[in-house]
């Protein structure tokens, strides 16, 4: 009995953890996509503490580009980490990129293309990703160095 009472205390709180990480991340989107990045980043650190990979992969954008925090290529490169293992295809495909270039990490092409092919691979964003890669290969040699890195640059 008394170890029936315990997993379903356990399960409480780890129902009430991850619903309080997305509450958490929900609001820091929110801020997020209204440019309110320095009322965003708390809500997404303490989403991200939680292990909330959508938060992790939100928090390194701010990381990568000092939205809300001063720039810092190996926070950026740690928290994309995070949630590209935890198969979340954008954070991957931002992993991938870091490896390119060499940024926040030593550069590693196999790596790169390791990553990146993950992403495009994955059913629910790997076509968005392609797509826009494919829209941005005319804006940017950046683009174009990642289509021909896996193989796509048709």
Same mark, same amino acid.
């Given at each position: 009995?008394?170890?029936?009472?315990?997993?379903?205390?356990?399960?409480?709180?780890?129902?009430?953890?991850?619903?309080? /990480?997305?509450?958490? *991340?929900?609001?820091?989107?929110?801020? *997020?996509?209204?440019?309110?990045?320095?009322?965003?980043?708390?809500?997404?650190?303490?989403?991200?503490?939680?292990?909330?990979?959508?938060?992790?992969?939100?928090?390194?954008?701010? *990381?990568?580009?000092?939205?809300?925090?001063?720039?810092?290529?190996?926070?950026? @490169?740690?928290?994309?980490?995070?949630?590209?293992?935890?198969?979340?295809?954008? /954070?991957? @495909?931002?992993?991938?990129?870091? *490896?390119?270039?060499?940024?926040?990490?030593?550069?590693?092409?196999?790596?790169?293309?390791?990553?990146?092919?993950?992403?495009?691979?994955?059913?629910?964003?790997?076509?968005?990703?392609?797509?826009?890669?494919?829209?941005?290969?005319?804006?940017?040699?950046?683009?174009?160095?990642?289509?021909?890195?896996?193989?796509?640059?048709?």
């Amino acid at each position: 009995m008394k170890k029936l009472l315990l997993a379903c205390m356990l399960t409480l709180c780890l129902g009430a953890n991850a619903q309080s /990480a997305d509450k958490l *991340y929900d609001e820091g989107k929110k801020l *997020y996509d209204q440019e309110q990045y320095q009322e965003a980043v708390p809500k997404l650190q303490a989403a991200a503490d939680k292990g909330h990979k959508k938060a992790q992969y939100r928090l390194g954008r701010c *990381y990568d580009k000092g939205y809300g925090v001063k720039e810092n290529d190996k926070k950026a @490169f740690e928290l994309y980490q995070k949630s590209a293992k935890q198969d979340y295809a954008k /954070a991957m @495909f931002h992993l991938g990129k870091c *490896y390119m270039k060499g940024k926040g990490v030593a550069a590693n092409q196999e790596e790169a293309r390791k990553w990146i092919k993950r992403a495009i691979s994955d059913e629910k964003h790997g076509d968005e990703i392609l797509k826009d890669l494919r829209k941005t290969k005319a804006d940017g040699e950046e683009a174009t160095r990642i289509l021909i890195l896996i193989g796509k640059n048709k």
